[in-house]
């Protein structure tokens, strides 16, 4: 705001100046007149002229008398007798000596001058809009530097994670009582790696970390260090890692420390590798050279630790690894307390069973599905969040925003209700299959014209052949119940086939399942935290007979999935028709609605589509 009003004002002195010079301008030229030589002659015989003054090259005077309403005028001057004439009138005259190598200098440096002041001072605000701050600091560290007071994060606000939190505790205490670890030669680890999916809380916690004990908190992300510039990386490194020796005892956090510290190619080709090959070489030095008795501790966090460089995960470096994961359901209940005490709640609100309905939601989803509940809420004028606005929440984060707008001609409205009745009674008909929590023909803006909702009991860490079977025959009961009621089927099972056809891939490849391919892994787990990379060559580990024979072993499981889909719905053809009907005449129905959707057993939560 500081910078922003200075430019105003430098905007505001160009305009005045601008100004003065217009007016003085326009006053000159409506008094002076330049007139010829032989005119001033004409004027000088006749005593019109009260006074002048001679230059090298030019005269100027003044009128006794204005004419035409000039007062002044200007002419240059022909050689000849000039004195001789000045001598004989009664004018005023003077002559002045022109220093012509002082003016000839300075009619050269000042528009230099000019030029450079502009330059530099356009270059500089350029450079700060890049970040590079300057020529002359364009090596420092951008670190921003938080107190405990600026923080304003405890252990208190971090929940969900207790194991985490129990080893970032030690920190906490070392921190506080350096030499409490020091009693039994004991050190504290230099470097501690929080990892885990995003929207965990890893950034929380540092700074939960320095809140807690109360020392300096540098925090800077990875890519910062890296510019456009050989070696300011290094250079940065260097002036964060001195900053932080002066203000011991500190925590230094990087954040997304995989910009930073990927792993190094072999026979790399300059350019961009070469800076940020320097920078982690920097960085490995200084993680070599500090002793963590002086009280700085780095902290690091990154969503992808199987791209770090090796050097830097070495014990010495980075000695200790947290996993910040997702949370379990009594997490996602104490993460949920944590954010619902900054809204208004009905005190009837149970918070184990929204956590229920939530598996693998991470501390920020559930934090965005807290607000999302919030303006439903408010949307409606009312006093507080209830369950009915958690669940539409859920609804919205899941399946996106309903589209009442999107008009289904009634063939296709039809097919969705008895696609979606299919997908319903398969889950509550299958052994171990997710408690249907809610069916619906609305159309959703991700692009599902219906959706079944189910939702967990409990969660699951480890699932059987069986189970996996289950899911594709759910996953493919909506295509049979259109096969049986249409005598057709459409593409709206598009999305379940690739679920489908994914689950049967990897109970053949991945988990040794399949009988005629025996207990055999036949392709690699991709991707890490962020999922697989579609875009990766993942290198076959099996002969051209062995990929034919995981073909024809995944279509054969597929094809005996859909067989007995078809079976169960053919069993329970009239429950299928009249939820179907009562489907169609609601769009939206619960197991409260229809009891046939009431399981026989409960189970995890998922919307298919």
């Given at each position: 705001m500081e910078k922003q009003q200075q430019w105003h004002l430098w905007y505001f002195v160009a305009a005045f100046l601008a100004l003065l010079a217009f007016q003085s301008w326009m006053s000159t030229a409506s008094v002076t007149e330049r007139i010829p030589y032989s005119t001033f002659l004409e004027h000088l015989e006749a005593d019109r002229i009260a006074q002048l003054t001679v230059r090298s090259e030019q005269i100027q005077g003044r009128y006794r008398d204005p004419i035409d309403g000039n007062t002044h005028f200007i002419t240059n001057i022909v050689p000849g007798e000039l004195t001789e004439r000045l001598e004989r009138s009664t004018a005023e005259f003077d002559g002045t000596v022109e220093n012509t190598i002082f003016t000839m200098i300075l009619s050269w440096l000042l528009p230099i001058a000019l030029i450079l002041f502009v330059w530099f001072y356009v270059f500089r605000r350029f450079a700060e809009r890049q970040g590079m701050g300057g020529m002359m600091n364009v090596g420092k560290s951008k670190a921003k530097i938080y107190v405990e007071k600026d923080t304003g994060v405890t252990f208190d606000d971090v929940a969900g994670v207790d194991e985490a939190k129990s080893e970032l505790k030690e920190i906490v205490d070392f921190l506080r009582e350096p030499e409490k670890f020091g009693r039994l030669g004991a050190r504290i680890p230099k470097g501690i790696l929080l990892t885990g999916p995003p929207g965990t809380g890893k950034t929380l916690f540092a700074r939960a970390i320095a809140g807690e004990a109360g020392v300096t908190f540098f925090s800077i992300s990875g890519s910062e260090f890296v510019e456009m510039f050989v070696g300011v990386g290094a250079a940065r490194v260097r002036d964060l890692f001195e900053q932080a020796r002066k203000a011991a005892p500190c925590i230094i956090f990087i954040d997304e420390l995989d910009a930073l510290g990927k792993r190094r190619s072999i026979g790399g080709f300059g350019g961009g590798h070469d800076e940020k090959e320097q920078t982690l070489n920097q960085l490995l030095a200084e993680l070599d050279g500090f002793d963590p008795?002086?009280?700085?501790?780095?902290?690091?966090?990154?969503?992808?630790?199987?791209?770090?460089?090796?050097?830097?995960?070495?014990?010495?470096?980075?000695?200790?690894?947290?996993?910040?994961?997702?949370?379990?359901?009594?997490?996602?209940?104490?993460?949920?307390?944590?954010?619902?005490?900054?809204?208004?709640?009905?005190?009837?609100?149970?918070?184990?069973?929204?956590?229920g309905l939530t598996p693998g939601f991470t501390g920020a989803e559930l934090a965005n599905l807290v607000n999302e509940a919030a303006i439903r809420a408010t949307r409606r004028q009312g006093d507080h969040i209830t369950m009915e606005d958690i669940t539409e929440a859920l609804e919205r984060v899941v399946a996106g925003m309903e589209r009442k707008g999107r008009l289904l001609n009634p063939k296709e409205r039809e097919t969705v209700a008895w696609h979606e009745m299919g997908h319903a009674l398969a889950a509550a008909t299958l052994p171990g299959a997710d408690p249907v929590h809610k069916v619906s023909i609305i159309?959703?803006?991700?692009?599902?014209?219906?959706?079944?909702?189910?939702?967990?009991?409990?969660?699951?860490?480890?699932?059987?052949?069986?189970?996996?079977?289950?899911?594709?025959?759910?996953?493919?009961?909506?295509?049979?119940?259109?096969?049986?009621?249409?005598?057709?089927?459409?593409?709206?099972?598009?999305?379940?086939?690739?679920?489908?056809?994914?689950?049967?891939?990897?109970?053949?490849?991945?988990?040794?399942?399949?009988?005629?391919?025996?207990?055999?892994?036949?392709?690699?787990?991709?991707?890490?935290?962020?999922?697989?990379?579609?875009?990766?060559?993942?290198?076959?580990?099996?002969?051209?007979?062995?990929?034919?024979?995981?073909?024809?072993?995944?279509?054969?499981?597929?094809?005996?999935?859909?067989?007995?889909?078809?079976?169960?719905?053919?069993?329970?053809?009239?429950?299928?028709?009249?939820?179907?009907?009562?489907?169609?005449?609601?769009?939206?129905?619960?197991?409260?609605?229809?009891?046939?959707?009431?399981?026989?057993?409960?189970?995890?939560?998922?919307?298919?589509?």
């Open positions: 008795r002086d009280g700085i501790v780095l902290l690091a966090a990154t969503n992808r630790p199987e791209i770090l460089d090796p050097a830097l995960m070495r014990a010495g470096r980075f000695d200790r690894q947290v996993v910040v994961d997702r949370p379990d359901k009594r997490g996602r209940a104490a993460i949920l307390k944590v954010h619902l005490r900054k809204v208004q709640v009905d005190p009837d609100l149970d918070v184990d069973a929204v956590a159309p959703r803006t991700i692009g599902a014209l219906g959706y079944t909702l189910t939702r967990p009991t409990e969660d699951r860490f480890l699932i059987t052949r069986a189970e996996l079977e289950n899911r594709m025959v759910m996953l493919l009961a909506g295509r049979a119940a259109e096969q049986i009621a249409m005598g057709e089927i459409s593409t709206g099972a598009a999305d379940d086939l690739v679920r489908a056809t994914d689950i049967a891939r990897q109970i053949v490849t991945r988990f040794g399942m399949h009988e005629g391919l025996g207990q055999a892994v036949l392709e690699q787990e991709r991707g890490g935290y962020l999922g697989e990379d579609k875009l990766s060559f993942s290198p076959r580990d099996h002969s051209e007979a062995t990929a034919r024979e995981v073909d024809l072993a995944v279509r054969e499981m597929l094809a005996a999935a859909y067989e007995r889909a078809l079976e169960l719905l053919r069993k329970r053809h009239d429950d299928l028709e009249a939820g179907t009907r009562l489907l169609m005449e609601r769009e939206t129905i619960t197991p409260d609605d229809f009891p046939p959707l009431r399981p026989a057993r409960p189970e995890p939560d998922r919307a298919t589509a």
